[in-house]
């Protein structure tokens, strides 16, 4: 398994934007990423995910248009960049990641990986 540390949550406003990142240790080339978000009473749900050479990137549609995955293979790191944030973006942010290429519609579901980050929160004021 990878070790991943997320940092970026904070405080914003609604329509403001963070980035998120997630440093990754081990072969982080190698692995399929993803970024899930759990709410206060909710499941955890998919918000986007991104294969391993960052060519293909997979939103859900609530952030679609909003939001951006990327990831740095050299400095080992996925970011989330976050725009337009709105209240119902609020949530606890998890990194992800699994060793195995996966068809597209295998990235949002969470079981598919097998290594998660700590969470970093985000809250979006009205």
């Known amino acids: 398994q990878v070790q991943l540390v997320e940092s970026g949550g904070g405080l914003v406003q609604a329509g403001g934007s963070l980035r998120l990142s997630c440093a990754a240790s081990g072969t982080f080339r190698s692995y399929t990423m993803g970024w899930f978000r759990q709410a206060p009473g909710k499941e955890r749900e998919f918000v986007a995910g991104?294969?391993?050479?960052?060519?293909?990137?997979y939103y859900a549609d609530s952030v679609k248009g909003r939001f951006t995955i990327s990831r740095d293979n050299a400095k080992n790191t996925v970011y989330l960049q976050m725009n337009s944030l709105k209240p119902e973006d609020t949530a606890v942010y998890y990194c992800?990641?699994?060793?195995?290429?996966?068809?597209?519609?295998?990235?949002?579901?969470?079981?598919?990986?097998?290594?998660w980050g700590q969470g970093t929160q985000v809250t979006v004021s009205s």
């Open positions: 991104i294969n391993r050479s960052g060519g293909s990137a």
């Open positions: 992800a990641a699994d060793p195995r290429q996966m068809y597209s519609f295998d990235y949002s579901d969470n079981k598919k990986y097998d290594s």
